[in-house]
């Protein structure tokens, strides 16, 4: 069974994919998605945050995805963006098939 787990972000989607064989669990890769607020809209990063998490998911062919919920207590609109990341995350998920949560 291989699962990708995401962290979402804006400026930052940590991710990484793990492989369970029996009773071992090995790192098969794990990074960072980077976008800059530099001369780039909202919509700009969040389709680069889309395409690289379709690229991801088309080359581990996950079992699962695990993107963390979110938890926010002062900042709204940090929430907000992170809210449409984890919606971008979830869609790219859907689109190739595989069971996100």
């Known amino acids: 069974m291989i699962v990708i787990g995401i962290d979402p972000g804006i400026a930052r989607v940590g991710y990484g994919v793990i492989e369970k064989q029996e009773r071992q669990i090995r790192p098969l890769c794990y990074g960072c998605i980077e976008t800059s607020a530099r001369d ?12 690289r998490i379709q ?3 088309a080359e581990h062919s996950p079992d699962e995805i695990a ?11 940090s929430a907000i963006r992170v809210a449409e990341v984890r919606g971008v995350i979830l869609l790219a998920a859907d689109r ?3 069971a996100a949560f």
């Open 40 to 51: 780039r809209t909202t919509s700009h990063r969040l389709h680069e945050i889309y395409t």
């Open 55 to 57: 690229a991801l998911i």
């Open 96 to 98: 190739i098939w595989s």
């Open 67 to 77: 993107v963390e919920e979110l938890f926010f207590t002062k900042n709204v609109t």
